[in-house]
Antibody
Framework: EVQLVESGGGLVQPGGSLRLSCAAS????????MHWVRQAPGKGLVWVSR????????KYADSVKGRFTISRDNAKNTLSLQMNSLRVEDTAVYYC???????????????WGQGTLVTVSS | SYELIQPPSVSVSPGQTAGITCSGD??????VYWYQQKPGQSPVVVIY???KRPSGIPERFSGSTSGITATLTISGTQPVDEADYYC?????????FGGGTKLTVL
């Protein structure tokens, strides 16, 4: 059974740092691109970042570029998100999600974690 | 930056057909995906590649595209379908979500 379990959320002051982790199991982690998607309280889904299979090509939303760093450890089946210079507007539930690509070329998020809440407040 | 526009809310009576739209520039040239999210839960894909339904998703869910608009249709809507629905597309290797539509079944 595929499982994605996020951890590391919590309360942090503006300007602070936090590191999120996503423990993957039930599939060959090293074969899948992985993403982080966030959702502010009562708001919609917003894409944050993605990483390819070997970790060589990260990509970020403009809103987090230069502050967040995505990484992965394929030996430990773990995806991470290092968040620095946190802002109040970064407050959200952060989801780890796997991308599945069909033979027809379409790619979608087929498994999601339960999410971890990050609250940035003084 | 690319945007996908959805109506904030849609209401439907049980047993009727609900349609949720998603509009974006040149959306007809892209694959569109639809996710359902119930309160306190993670999103679940209900339609991929515009019209395809993953295994386990009821047949009452269908997707279509026409021009710049994609539509998620729920036929014979049931109270259990009450949820937020998000469309999603890829734009230059970036992921874009619509703002979400709250479907109320009443």
């Amino acid at each position: 059974e595929v499982q994605l379990v996020e951890s590391g959320g919590g309360l942090v002051q503006p300007g602070g740092s936090l590191r999120l982790s996503c423990a993957a199991s039930g599939f060959t982690f090293s074969s899948y691109w992985m993403h982080w998607v966030r959702q502010a309280p009562g708001k919609g889904l917003v894409w944050v970042s993605r990483l390819n299979t070997d970790g060589s090509a990260p990509k970020y939303a403009d809103s987090v570029k230069g502050r967040f760093t995505i990484s992965r450890d394929n030996a430990k089946n773990t995806l991470s998100l290092q968040m620095n210079s946190l802002r109040v507007e970064d407050t959200a539930v952060y989801y780890c999600t796997r991308v599945y690509c069909t033979t027809g070329g379409g790619c979608y998020f087929d498994y999601w974690g339960q999410g971890t809440l990050v609250t940035v407040s003084s | 930056s690319y945007e996908l526009i959805q109506p904030p809310s849609v209401s439907v009576s049980p047993g009727q057909t609900a349609g949720i739209t998603c509009s974006g520039d040149k959306l007809g040239d892209k694959n569109v995906y639809w996710y359902q999210q119930k309160p306190g839960q993670s999103p679940v894909v209900v339609i991929y590649q515009n019209t395809k339904r993953p295994s386990g998703i009821p047949e009452r869910f269908s997707g279509s595209t026409s021009g710049i608009t994609a539509t998620l249709t729920i036929s014979g809507t049931q109270p259990v379908d009450e949820a937020d629905y998000y469309c999603q597309a890829w734009d230059n290797d970036y992921v874009v979500f619509g703002g979400g539509t709250k479907l109320t079944v009443l």
